[in-house]
């Protein structure tokens, strides 16, 4: 496959996954463009041992990682907590009316450990073991994270009367 039949085919799947690491389109193009030209000129080290799709999430991955670690990152969030919110552009606006829902400014709100799994895991359908493929992080260690998350979700998610997850399920099976 040429580079273009793979930008074509992954780019929209690997930037929704790099934006959900750094919680910012611009940064999630620049992470994805990386990606892609990382690939291109080591494409050689891809040794077929898992599909090219995975080793192009998990490049996106480690990608977004060293983002997130970068100071230009921290720079950034130093000065929007110095001046405030930035004005927001159009596409950043669409972005955000789209995840507005509230189990996804839930996840989105979670720790980038706990992120990770419940996105992999749920969104995406992958197993445990591809997870911990892709993380490098051994399965039970995963199995951790994601009974954690799923807590963290749980106590996250209540609506505006204040009732807790199990109070909303008993109310909507009729029980309560």
């Known amino acids: 496959m040429n580079i273009q039949q793979l930008v074509h085919t992954?780019?929209?799947?690997?930037?929704?996954?790099?934006?959900?690491?750094?919680?910012?389109a611009s940064a999630a193009e620049e992470v994805v463009q990386d990606v892609f030209f990382n690939y291109y000129?080591?494409?050689s080290q891809f040794k077929g041992e898992a599909t090219l799709k995975?080793?192009?999430?998990?490049?996106?991955?480690?990608?977004?990682?060293?983002?997130?670690?970068?100071?230009?990152?921290?720079?950034?969030?130093?000065l929007e907590k110095i001046q405030g919110k930035p004005s927001a552009t159009t596409e950043q606006l669409l972005l955000q009316m789209?995840?507005?829902?509230e189990v996804t400014q839930a996840v989105l709100a979670l720790p980038v450990k706990y992120r990770e799994i419940i996105v992999l895991y749920y969104y995406e359908e992958f197993?445990?073991?591809?997870?911990?493929?892709?993380?490098?992080?051994?399965?039970?260690?995963?199995?951790?994270?994601?009974?954690?998350?799923?807590?963290?979700?749980?106590?996250?998610?209540?609506?505006?009367?204040?009732?807790?997850?199990?109070?909303?399920?008993?109310?909507?099976?009729?029980?309560?």
């Open 127 to 176: 197993s445990i073991s591809e997870i911990s493929a892709l993380t490098g992080v051994s399965e039970t260690a995963l199995k951790s994270r994601l009974q954690r998350a799923r807590k963290k979700l749980k106590i996250t998610l209540q609506d505006e009367e204040g009732w807790s997850y199990e109070e909303r399920t008993a109310a909507n099976k009729g029980t309560k």
């Open 54 to 78: 995975t080793y192009l999430v998990k490049m996106t991955i480690n990608r977004s990682y060293d983002y997130l670690r970068s100071w230009k990152n921290k720079r950034l969030v130093l």
């Open 98 to 101: 789209e995840m507005r829902g």
């Open 41 to 43: 000129r080591k494409q």
């Open 10 to 24: 992954y780019s929209d799947y690997l930037y929704r996954v790099a934006l959900v690491y750094t919680k910012d």
